[in-house]
């Protein structure tokens, strides 16, 4: 089964600080793990998706994020937020074992919602 | 290119009443869904294609039915909206080989 956790429900930062938006999943397969970002009334964007190649990605608008198999954890972060990174961001797992599959169902953390102050 | 367009925008609705949602996609895209998203719970897949004339219930079916007739097109219909059916509607899509979705703008729906 899969399932994701999305370790706070908000987070608050300023302007120009960095960001952490925390991430555990769980995956009876060898997942892929993707990132989504939802600004007000707005469809989801994808950020970044790991895919079992390297295990640091590089996303757009300066987000990134690491997965570690060991941790579970796919941790989205970047080194200095804008205030236009304010949104919800969605940490999402697919079970990747069989990519022409409806194993390519994906399955949604909660959001976290992310306040940048000016 | 479109990508993934959703109509209506916004709706509402009478307990009772029925209504369509429709979703179109223009990347030729095999697999294409329908979510709900409520305040909280993320996104919850409702049902599935995976190929034209073919669908499949996801995590929170009841109440909905859906139609793919044509590669492009998925349907979402509400027979007796409920009050618990207010929520907004994600529609996505995804290619055969690709492991992402893309997603449509969001329909939203009030049921009174």
């Known amino acids: 089964a899969q399932s994701v956790t999305q370790l706070d429900s908000h987070v608050s930062v300023s302007e120009g600080t960095p960001v952490l938006l925390r991430c555990n999943y769980s995956?009876?397969?060898?997942?892929?793990l993707f990132w989504y970002v939802q600004h007000p009334n707005k469809g989801l964007q994808l950020l970044l998706k790991?895919?079992?190649?390297?295990?640091l990605v590089k996303g757009i608008n300066g987000f990134e994020a690491e997965f570690k198999k060991s941790e579970t954890s796919f941790h989205l972060t970047k080194p200095s937020a804008h205030m236009s990174d304010a949104a919800e961001y969605f940490c999402?797992?697919?079970?990747?074992?069989?990519?022409?599959?409806?194993?390519?169902?994906?399955?949604f953390g909660r959001g976290t919602q992310l306040t940048v102050w000016p | 290119n479109a990508g993934v367009t959703q109509t209506p925008k916004f709706r509402v609705l009478k307990t009772g009443q029925s209504m369509t949602l429709l979703c179109a996609q223009d990347?030729?895209?095999?697999?294409m869904y329908w979510y709900r998203q409520d305040p909280g719970m993320g996104l919850r897949l409702i049902h599935y294609s995976v190929g034209e004339g073919t669908t499949a219930k996801g995590e929170v079916p009841d109440g909905y039915n859906v139609s793919r007739l044509k590669k492009q097109n998925f349907l979402l219909g509400l027979e007796s909206a409920a009050p618990s059916q207010t929520s907004v509607y994600f529609c996505?899509?995804?290619?055969?080989?690709?492991?992402?979705?893309?997603f449509g703008p969001g329909t939203r729906l009030t049921v009174t």
């Open positions: 996505a899509s995804k290619g055969l080989w690709a492991y992402e979705q893309y």
């Open positions: 999402v797992v697919s079970a990747a074992a069989d990519r022409g599959s409806t194993l390519g169902r994906l399955y």
């Open positions: 995956s009876s397969y060898s997942p892929s």
């Open positions: 990347m030729n895209h095999e697999y």
């Open positions: 790991y895919t079992s190649a390297a295990t």
